[in-house]
C-alpha cells in the first residue's frame, strides 16, 4: 500500500489496535478486548482491516503456544514427579532435609523446569519484539505480517472488493 494513499487516522488506528495488546497487564484478556473493538469499529478501512485481523490472529496464536508450552511442562511434571520417590524427601518436626543418596532423581526434574521457564521467556520476549514491530511499521504505513502467526481468521474478500 502507498503511504500518501493511507491516512494518517488509518496508521494512528492500526498503531493503537497493535499497541492495545499491552492492556493485558492491566486488565485480564485485555489484549484480545481492545484490539477487537477497535478492529470491529474500522474494520471497513483495508488498512486497519489488515493490522486489526494480524494483531487478533498473533494473539490466538500466542495463547495457543502458552497452553501448547503449559500442557506439556504439566504432564512432564506429573509423570517425573511420580517417579521421585517418596524416601526423597525427609520431614521430622525440626528440619526438612532432601536426601542426598537419591540427589540424582530430582535433576531431571528441575532440568525441565528450567527448559520450559526459557520456553516461556522467550515466547514473552518474541512477543514484545514482534509487537512493537508491527506498531512501528503501521505507524509507517507499512504492511505487517506477524512471524509464527497462525491464520484464524481468515481475510474477509467481499469487504476487500467493496473497497
Not at 493503537?16 to 484478556?29: A, D
Not at 471497513?44 to 511442562?73: D, P
Not at 508491527?134 to 474477509?156: R, V
Request: net charge negative; glycine share 4%.
Amino acid at each position: 500500500m502507498e503511504s500518501s494513499a493511507i491516512k494518517q487516522q488509518d496508521q494512528t488506528l492500526a498503531t493503537i489496535i497493535h499497541l492495545s495488546v499491552f492492556s493485558k497487564l492491566f486488565i485480564p484478556f485485555g489484549n484480545f478486548i481492545f484490539p477487537v473493538i477497535i478492529w470491529l469499529v474500522s474494520k471497513e478501512k483495508k488498512f486497519v482491516n489488515h493490522h486489526g485481523r494480524n494483531a487478533v490472529n498473533f494473539q490466538l496464536s500466542l495463547l495457543l503456544y502458552y497452553i501448547i508450552i503449559a500442557c506439556i511442562l504439566i504432564a512432564t511434571i506429573i509423570i517425573m514427579g511420580a517417579r521421585i520417590p517418596f524416601e526423597f524427601f525427609e520431614y521430622n518436626a525440626y528440619n526438612f532435609r532432601i536426601d542426598r543418596v537419591n540427589e540424582e532423581a530430582i535433576l531431571p526434574f528441575v532440568i525441565v523446569l528450567f527448559t520450559g521457564g526459557i520456553f516461556l521467556l522467550g515466547l514473552i520476549v518474541f512477543e514484545l519484539y514482534a509487537v512493537i514491530s508491527a506498531a512501528k511499521d503501521a505507524s509507517e504505513a507499512k504492511e505487517y505480517k506477524y512471524p509464527l502467526c497462525i491464520n484464524f481468521i481468515k481475510e474477509d474478500t467481499t469487504l476487500n472488493e467493496a473497497s
